[in-house]
Structure formats: C-alpha cells, structure tokens
C-alpha cells in the first residue's frame, strides 16, 4: 500500500527538521525544555516518521529554522502530493 501524502510530507519534513537540528548542533535538552518533554523523546522523534507538533516547532525555531516553510516545502514536493506534479505538467 502506497504512502498517502500527509504521512510523506510528515516524513520529509521530520527529516529536514533532525537535519537542520544536527547541523545546528542544537541541544536536544533545549528542545524538550521548550516542549515540555525530555531529552530522550526529542531525541526518538526526531529519529523517526513523527514528531509532536511543539517538539516540530521548537526543534525548527532553536535550530535557525521556519517551521512554516519546511513544512510548506514538504507539502509541495513533487512526490509527496502527485496531483501537483500533473497540474503543472498541463
């Protein structure tokens, strides 16, 4: 069974997000203090397809990151959502 589009766009933008936080070198222990977890559940999400919405948020904004456009560029890829890919074909 295929993929449906908001379980690809939650994946690329969970992995754009642990990237960014790894290239940041931001400290997972300030990712949970900012959303209410610990360090081990940030740390778990971030290595996996899911993450909450407050650890998403504070991972993005104490890393550098938009939250908004990362998630917006997920949304948008090609793969993620076929049926933009055939409207701008036509």
């Not at 203090?33 to 104490?62: F, H, P």
Request: hydrophobic share 40%; charged share 25%; aromatic share 2%.
């Amino acid at each position: 069974m295929p993929n449906l589009p908001a379980v690809e766009a939650t994946k690329r933008a969970v992995h754009d997000t642990r990237t960014r936080v790894l290239l940041s070198k931001t400290k997972m222990t300030s990712i949970a203090e900012a959303c209410g977890r610990n360090r081990m559940t940030v740390a778990k999400w971030l290595d996996g397809d899911d993450i909450s919405l407050a650890a998403y948020i504070a991972a993005q904004q104490l890393s550098g990151g938009d939250p908004i456009e990362t998630l917006a560029n997920a949304l948008n890829a090609e793969n993620t959502i076929p049926a933009l890919g055939k409207e701008g074909a036509e």
